[in-house]
């Protein structure tokens, strides 16, 4: 299971650095992504990265504004968040892939979710 930390409190424009660390299982072999959900919205993909190749992908609404990275020596991912937008108000989630593969994965299809961290953007 993941356990995510980071989150808080932040004024439009400002940054937070998430951190997902893992327990149970090593982080290495899978593709690992963070999600999201604010009130009364479905949950949604913000950011994946693969295991083997570190490729990454993006979520539109947050390209050029968030980094997502790993370090798979203290089993940890790491969503670097700049540029904050009220929108970008949610809980934030991490889960992993069954693969080392972001790619095509049913958001159904992730497993070991974390149990959140607030993320609010206001003035």
């Known amino acids: 299971q993941f356990v995510e930390s980071g989150g808080g409190l932040v004024q439009p424009g400002g940054s937070l650095r998430l951190s997902c660390i893992a327990s149970?299982?090593?982080?290495?072999?899978?593709?690992i992504a963070w999600f999201r959900q604010a009130p009364e919205l479905e949950r949604e993909g913000v950011a994946c990265?693969?295991?083997?190749?570190?490729?990454?992908h993006y979520f539109d609404s947050v390209k050029d504004r968030f980094t997502i990275s790993r370090d798979d020596t203290k089993n940890t991912v790491y969503l670097q968040m700049n540029s904050l937008k009220p929108e970008d108000t949610a809980e934030y989630y991490c889960?992993?892939?069954?693969?080392?593969?972001?790619?095509?994965?049913?958001?159904?299809?992730?497993?070991?979710w974390g149990h959140g961290t607030q993320v609010t953007v206001s003035s």
């Open positions: 889960a992993r892939a069954g693969d080392s593969t972001c790619e095509n994965v049913p958001q159904n299809d992730f497993e070991s």
């Open positions: 149970g299982f090593t982080t290495g072999r899978y593709a």
């Open positions: 990265i693969n295991s083997i190749d570190g490729r990454t």
